[in-house]
């Protein structure tokens, strides 16, 4: 099992930036692709950043490239999320996972990743 919590959400303004950070304890977490996720609401959840273990290779849905960048510490056991020029379309649920098949990012569907952080709640306003 991994368990990932995830932190620094917050209220912030068009145009600001905030860092999201994703705390992973358990198993071999420097072993697992893992991905930002995010949930407004009544949409559906989506891969916004994904970064491999091995080779540090990152994808980013088009929404975000740019502006998003994706990044770990794998002797920390974190990944990172920073978020510049924050949009409010940008408001939503972000949530960290770990995709335990697979050391590089195979897939963007939520269904390929098994470990999830709660979520923390990003709010930009206009």
């Known amino acids: 099992q991994v368990q990932l919590v995830e932190s620094g959400g917050g209220l912030v303004q068009a145009g600001g930036s905030l860092r999201l950070s994703c705390a992973a304890s358990?198993?071999?977490?420097?072993?697992?692709?893992m991905g930002w996720f995010r949930q407004a609401p009544g949409k559906e959840r989506e891969l916004v950043a994904g970064?491999?273990?091995?080779?540090?290779?990152?994808y980013y849905a088009d929404s975000v490239k740019g502006r998003f960048t994706i990044s770990r510490d794998n002797a920390k056991n974190t990944v990172y999320l920073q978020m510049n020029s924050l949009k409010p379309e940008d408001t939503a649920v972000y949530y960290c996972?770990?995709?335990?098949?697979?050391?590089?990012?195979?897939?963007?569907?939520?269904?390929?990743?098994?470990?999830w952080g709660q979520g923390t709640q990003v709010t930009v306003s206009s």
């Open positions: 996972a770990a995709d335990r098949y697979s050391d590089y990012v195979r897939t963007t569907s939520r269904f390929g990743y098994a470990y």
């Open positions: 358990g198993r071999t977490f420097s072993r697992y692709a």
């Open positions: 970064i491999s273990w091995s080779n540090g290779s990152t």
